[in-house]
């Protein structure tokens, strides 16, 4: 195995990623998986942090051109899940401390002794490892907290006329005239939300009454229709309310400013320089919405109905999410988009403004829902006999969703369960249109922002239902090929990474599977280790019982893992994707799907992983990037091997700038 004393140098990174002609080689982080710095850190992650921004730089260093991150909406104190966050308001605890006391640009709002006084009351965090659990529970208060006092500097030195405040003051008032549509009912639902679930009161500094313990608006017991309400009644009181919460409310609209400010920061930051490439931001366009952002919009969706996952191979039980699903009766309005399409335009374009490209989650959520009743108290039962939204003309059991039907009794397939892939056999252009709706104004969205194709990516996993494929291949987009899940006894297997197409993206795994070090520490000494050693022999042009490339695998787990990353780099996609797991080592499980855990959501890299990095690339345990694509370029055989002969030594040698 190489050993590595220098890291290698990005210009060969690249040079190798190119002749092997891939696109995008992109690192998937969740905002909470961030490292931090002793002097900045409440707990949790953050990319725009001191250390969050530091990490980003070595993985420009390293020769990824793209970071992907989760969900970056407003989650609630009990529920850490990013993809329950927020449509447009940013999650407060991503924002970054440090610069509210020490940079200018901010006002110094935040005193540093607040600061400091919150960092010695932080628990104490382990030292061993590559990764730790975030301290998600007891970040709240502390943030909170933090975030008062910045809030409560800002609004006494505004109101003195205090020239270090005045650009903020100035950002301030724009970012609220601009923004309204979706602060005022964000905000009230949060004093709302607060006031029935803990009697209106949080003891934190300042005596603001939020608390973010995202209590659902269903056990309210009033206030339910307030927001959607057109009433003199529910005008009057929503006039009401904005007085009574008045300092709430500005204290929540001042941290958006501050979230909104630091991911702009960190973009500009981020952009192309002298002698630096760009490093591309992907947002993740999740399927799921909010418990707040239901209550702003219920006027919207589907009554009775909720989105989840059908029965597969992944989640034979199902999924039930929970999620309402947009009513298609508000598809179109007269002469143009009705309200639901609305929405999807609204969220998307706000979305390609704070980003490179996007991660479509989901994408049957948009294209062919799941959708199983409400009114069912067995969750599970209830989503195992649910339907597909829009191919459901003739099911006794869901006589409701036979008007939004698009394909048509004799086009289905009813000897195959309903959540088969081919439950639809066939389709007309006019039916795959009327399919392609919200999947149009999405990408309608990123062609007027000026982004490629390939930067978006349709999270299509082990089921691709037939209107999906159709809807997908008319736009020329591809799908995720995970290969650690791939079928070696089925040469058909949609996760076997030769059958992956150009459009494509292709990763070994992805927040919601095992890291791929877990999962070869687990194939090591069993027949699944020599399955998959001949698998990738065969992948990688090796073929000889006595090639060296198969004894490692058979005797490295490190190695199997090494020639699995390398065999994404031979196939045809030209999108490749890591895990943060993946990259560094990891044996723990970030999300463990369809569980309740409260590990799940909260795992993330501890301070210097940058420098650990090496160190443990050169002894196996974590991902070589240069080794991995050594072993891609070796595999186009003697001619190119000889080609890039020098290109390849460095690649296994190390010989490089040091980042």
């Known amino acids: 195995m190489p050993a590595h004393d220098r890291p290698v140098a990005r210009e060969d990174l690249a040079a190798a990623l190119d002749i092997l002609g891939k696109r995008h080689l992109v690192l998937s982080i969740h905002d909470v998986s961030f490292p931090g710095r002793d002097d900045e850190d409440l707990g949790r992650g953050s990319p725009y942090s001191g250390g969050g921004r530091a990490f980003l730089g070595f993985v420009r260093q390293l020769g990824f051109t793209g970071v992907q991150l989760g969900p970056q909406g407003q989650t609630s104190r009990y529920n850490p899940s990013p993809y329950d966050g927020a449509l447009f308001a940013r999650d407060i605890l991503s924002i970054a401390l440090r610069p509210l006391a020490d940079d200018p640009a901010y006002g110094n709002v935040l005193p540093r002794g607040d600061l400091d006084d919150l ?30 006092s910045a809030w409560h500097g800002f609004s006494r030195r505004r109101a003195a006329g205090d020239p270090s405040v005045a650009d903020l003051a100035a950002a301030f008032d724009g970012f609220v005239g601009e923004h309204a549509g979706w602060l005022a009912p964000a905000g009230l639902y949060e ?120 029965p597969s191979r992944t989640n034979p039980d199902g999924q039930p999410w929970g999620y309402p699903v947009l009513d298609p009766r508000l598809y179109h309005g007269s002469g143009g988009l009705g309200p639901a399409l609305r929405l999807v335009a609204a969220r998307t374009d706000a979305m390609l403004r704070d980003y490179d490209g996007l991660r479509v989650d989901h994408p049957h959520g948009l294209v062919c829902p799941w959708v199983y009743r409400t009114d069912e ?55 795959v249109t009327r399919y392609g709706a919200q999947l149009d104004v999405v990408l309608g969205a990123a062609q007027a922002h000026g982004r490629a194709l390939e930067d978006v990516l349709c999270e299509v996993l082990s089921t691709q239902p037939y209107p999906l494929q159709r809807v997908l291949e008319g736009h020329g987009l591809g799908r995720f090929r995970v290969t650690q899940k791939a079928n070696l006894t089925d040469p058909n297997d949609v996760y076997r990474s030769e059958n992956a197409r150009p459009e494509d993206w292709v990763m070994l795994g992805n927040h919601d599977t095992p890291p791929i070090w877990r999962l070869a520490a687990s194939w090591h000494g069993t027949p699944l280790a020599a399955a998959q050693a001949e698998y990738l022999c065969g992948r990688l042009g ?57 590990d799940n959501w909260t795992l993330r890299l501890r301070p210097g992983c940058e420098a650990a990095y090496w160190p443990a690339a050169a002894r196996g345990a974590a991902l070589d990037l240069g080794w991995a694509l050594a072993i891609a370029l070796r595999s186009r055989g003697p001619a190119c091997a000889s080609e890039h002969a020098e290109l390849i030594a460095r690649l296994e040698r190390g010989l490089g700038r040091p980042c």
């Open 377 to 431: 108290l067995d969750a599970y039962r209830a989503v195992q006999g649910g339907a597909r939204l829009f191919e459901s003309p003739c099911l006794s059991d869901h006589p409701r969703l036979a008007p939004y039907a698009i394909a048509r009794e004799d086009q289905l397939d009813q000897a195959l369960p309903r959540h088969a892939d081919r439950w639809v056999r066939a389709l007309d252009d006019d039916q």
């Open 119 to 148: 960092l010695r009351g932080r628990p104490a965090r382990p030292r061993q490892g590559i990764t730790e659990q975030a301290d998600y529970a007891a970040v709240w208060p502390r943030q909170l907290a933090a975030l008062a």
């Open 191 to 310: 004093v709302l939300s607060t006031a029935y679930r803990t009697g209106g009161t949080w003891s934190g500094a300042h005596g603001l009454r939020v608390s973010f313990d995202g209590s659902h608006w269903r056990s309210w017991p009033r206030d339910q229709e307030l927001w959607v309400s057109k009433s003199a009644h529910a005008t009057a009181r929503r006039a009401g309310l904005s007085r009574t919460y008045a300092r709430e409310l500005e204290f929540l609209a001042f941290c958006q400013l501050l979230a909104a400010r630091q991911h702009a920061a960190l973009r500009a930051e981020l952009a192309a320089r002298p002698g630096l490439p760009a490093l591309r931001l992907f947002g993740d366009l999740q399927v799921g919405i909010s418990v707040a952002d239901t209550w702003a919009l219920h006027d919207l969706f589907l009554p009775g109905y909720a989105m989840g996952a059908p």
């Open 542 to 598: 090796s073929r000889s019982d006595d090639d060296p490339l198969r004894a490692r695998m058979l005797a490295d787990p490190a190695a199997l893992v090494h020639a699995k990353f390398a065999d994404l780099l031979v196939c045809p996609a030209r999108q490749v994707a890591v895990f943060m797991s993946d990259l560094f080592g990891a044996h723990d499980i970030y999300n463990a799907p369809g569980v309740v855990d409260p």
